[in-house]
């Protein structure tokens, strides 16, 4: 799995300085390429940083940290590269765009490397490392199936053990194979380095004889505890005198990030805009052609502070949209169930032939960037519902409407309308209750991978 890594950084990383020479070269750079082939063995600094900073084998590291820490190191490295280059060059002269595009690059073909990499490797056998699961109650169950969901995350649960003789068989289809006394025997039989302690509501005596027991068995010991509800990103630990503590960054109430975030917005949102001017005006005409009726499609939603917002839409739908939803479930009975459950058919009858073609690429959206424009809605966000859907939301509305919704969200990079309806609402709190720049920008960067393979659209 490292050497996968290494491999996946490696090319990435000679890839992004060759496409930098060669691009500039084909701009009249007046200079010969050799000039910088001698710096190749400088990639081993890169892998170097990468490798100081846990970028190998990056088992158990959220994707949001594993894009900051690509980020900082490689900045980082190209920095002190440059400053050297400054501080001991010999009369030659090296080119700062060559820099420019090489850094750049390598930022994008890094973390497409890494994606790729989990895309074609993640579901075979030898990748990531075995982890056993200590407990076989409901939390052992749900670190399971989030381990088996995400194979990317490189653990690979391998057995379940727990003290209770009544808990036997299989756990989301894991062995239970005992009691915790076989931890030892199978960490050297298996060779299993990483364990997980999936017991949060265990009594504190049996906890600490459980962690002083098998924290010299397994190298990687990680332990859940009984703090379901609160923030997992950007969660430190503080040592209080030998007490252990756990810093929660607000970073709600930080104005530095808040303020990175409205900047993000404003630009990105202006460039983007900018650049798809000719095909907004392109699907403008391509729905007039198509069926009667206006171009764009305005509702009321909920926004920041639970204030009620204009949001727009490219019409994706017939004007006699409720009749012909009326009559497809009349004619087809087996199907309201589940549509007053979600409010989604993958067959809408209501939609029309080009709103079939924007709702699977979310181009019907791309009006909400005169939203965003307006303070009113965010790049990222949670999904702006209406005054209906306030009751699903339940004890998590507060959280919902401390941020303003967003054209794009974690429910969208995560299966989009795969996802049921208490899914979206679990993955809005995770979002208010973890939000960074940070998240903001995996999310982006994960949107146009979506967009493209059309996850989840319908």
């Not at 158990?60 to 400053?83: K, M, Q």
Request: hydrophobic residues 45%; positive net charge.
């Amino acid at each position: 799995m490292i050497g996968v890594f290494l491999a996946s950084d490696t090319l990435a990383l000679l890839g992004a300085a060759l496409a930098g020479v060669y691009l500039r070269l084909a701009f009249n750079g007046e200079y010969h390429p050799s000039l910088y082939w001698h710096l190749w063995p400088v990639i081993g600094l890169f892998l170097l940083a990468y490798w100081a900073s846990g970028l190998y084998p990056t088992v158990g590291l959220s994707p949001v940290d594993e894009l900051r820490r690509i980020c900082l190191c490689t900045t980082l490295t190209y920095l002190a590269l440059g400053a050297a280059i400054f501080l001991f060059q010999e009369g030659e002269t090296y080119s700062r765009g060559i820099f420019l595009l090489a850094w750049l690059f390598s930022l994008i073909a890094v973390l497409a490397g890494r994606l790729i990499v989990r895309q074609l490797f993640s579901r075979y056998t030898w990748w990531g490392y075995p982890v056993l699961i200590l407990g076989a109650g409901r939390t052992g169950e749900l670190v399971i199936k989030t381990l088996q969901h995400q194979p990317g995350f490189g653990l690979k649960p391998l057995a379940v053990l727990d003290d209770n003789p009544n808990k036997r068989g299989e756990l989301a289809g894991v062995p239970i194979l005992g009691p915790l006394s076989l931890a030892p025997a199978l960490a050297v039989e298996r060779e299993i380095s990483y364990a997980i302690i999936a017991m949060p509501g265990v009594q504190r005596e049996k906890l600490m004889t459980i962690l002083e027991r098998y924290a010299h068995t397994f190298p990687h010991l990680l332990m859940i505890p009984d703090l379901f509800g609160i923030a997992s990103l950007w969660v430190a630990t503080k040592d209080l005198g030998g007490v252990l503590g756990l810093e929660l960054r607000q970073n709600l109430l930080l104005p530095g990030p808040r303020m990175t975030k409205a900047c993000l917005d404003v630009c990105l949102t202006v460039v983007i805009g900018l650049l798809l001017l000719p095909l907004i005006a392109l699907i403008a005409v391509l729905i007039k052609i198509d069926s009667p009726g206006p171009i764009l499609y305005s509702q009321e939603r909920l926004g920041r502070g639970a204030q009620h917002f204009t949001v727009w839409k490219f019409r994706s739908m017939r004007l006699d949209a409720d009749q012909a939803l009326e009559r497809y479930l009349r004619e087809n009975p087996n199907l309201k169930e589940n549509w007053e459950l979600d409010h989604k058919l993958k067959d809408d009858p209501r939609i029309t032939r080009v709103g079939k073609l924007l709702r699977r690429t979310s181009l019907d959206e791309l009006p909400q960037l005169w939203n965003v424009l307006r303070r009113e809605m965010s790049l990222v966000g949670p999904r702006p519902i209406v005054d209906r859907e306030v009751w699903r939301y339940a004890d998590k509305f507060e959280l919902y409407a401390r941020v303003s919704p967003g054209l794009t969200g974690l429910w969208q990079v995560s299966g989009r309308n795969d996802v049921s309806y208490d899914e979206r609402v679990n993955l809005d709190a995770y979002y208010v209750r973890n939000w960074s720049v940070w998240l903001d920008i995996y999310i982006l960067i994960r949107t146009v991978w979506v967009v493209l393979v059309w996850d989840g659209a319908y």
